[in-house]
């Protein structure tokens, strides 16, 4: 029996034809992972980007927050204390004159004392600003509290707080952010939302601590973008970022303002 064999020359040529494919195949694999790998590449190096972007946006928010912070103070320091102060100079050294009757000497004595108390009062309030006693002392619980009693006493709006979380000494430092966004959120709402009443609720959401604040304001259009580009909400987001954490606004005109802030 005669089995047909392929002749040597074909043979050869299959080869060289699936040695040349499969080279081929090769070079299209390598040159597919190349460029795949490239493209992943250059959308880290642009999401990288985007980060540090962003981070530079936040930090330039706080040092301009800081700066605004600072010329507050300044301006408060100069208006409230240093007029004071002159003053009371002023009345000390009218009280070295040799002319003055008993009632000269305590219509200066007087306003002196009152000038100084004054100057005190204001002094305290400043270091308040700075870091409330509360907050430092107490924690968290007790300075939101007080935050809270301070707008109430302004009779022009109706502060609701809960608290269903334990917080933990250790982040003083976390806790002072916390206290800073919930400040700045207020304010906006009686300054901006003319809000008559605002509630804040801490509690645990699937193991995450979380805060959500809502005031019954005027509201604004959240969904322009324009409208969240503002110093104070330049200043939330940054100091969101140094907590590690997620914030959703949520808000219509006439429908007042809706936030939720994990930390």
């Known amino acids: 029996m005669k089995v047909n064999s392929i002749p040597e020359k074909e043979l050869v040529a299959i080869i060289l034809y699936l040695s040349l494919f499969f080279m081929i195949m090769a070079v299209g694999l390598i040159l597919f992972f190349y460029f795949s790998r490239k493209k992943i590449i250059q959308k880290e190096l642009e999401k990288r980007d985007l980060i540090l972007a962003h981070q530079k946006e936040q930090l330039c928010a706080v040092l301009i927050t800081q700066e605004e912070e600072r010329k507050r103070i300044a301006q408060d320091l100069h208006d409230d204390i240093s007029s004071k102060l002159n003053v009371i100079s002023l009345n000390s050294y009218l009280l070295t004159s040799a002319d003055l009757t008993m009632a000269d000497t305590k219509e200066i004595t007087a306003n002196i004392i009152n000038l100084t108390a004054k100057a005190l009062e204001n002094s305290r309030k400043i270091a308040h600003n700075l870091l409330p006693p509360v907050l430092e002392k107490f ?113 219509e005109t006439g429908n007042g303002f809706d936030v939720i802030f994990t930390f």
């Not at 604004?220 to 987001?237: R, T, V, W």
Request: glycine share 8%; aromatic share 8%; hydrophobic share 35%.
């Open 139 to 251: 924690g968290l619980h007790a300075g939101v509290e007080e935050l809270c009693e301070e707008f109430e006493s302004s009779k022009s709006v109706k502060v609701v707080y809960q608290n269903k979380i334990e917080f933990d000494e250790k982040d003083k430092d976390k806790h002072l952010h916390v206290f800073r966004i919930l400040q700045e959120l207020m304010n906006n709402s009686l300054r901006h939302g003319k809000a008559t009443e605002i509630s804040v609720v801490f509690d645990n959401v699937n193991g995450v601590k979380t805060c959500f604040f809502k005031d019954n304001g005027i509201g604004f259009d959240s969904k322009n973008a324009e409208n969240q580009k503002g110093l104070g909400m330049k200043n939330i987001d940054s100091r969101i970022s140094f907590l590690n954490g997620t914030i959703n606004m949520n808000s």
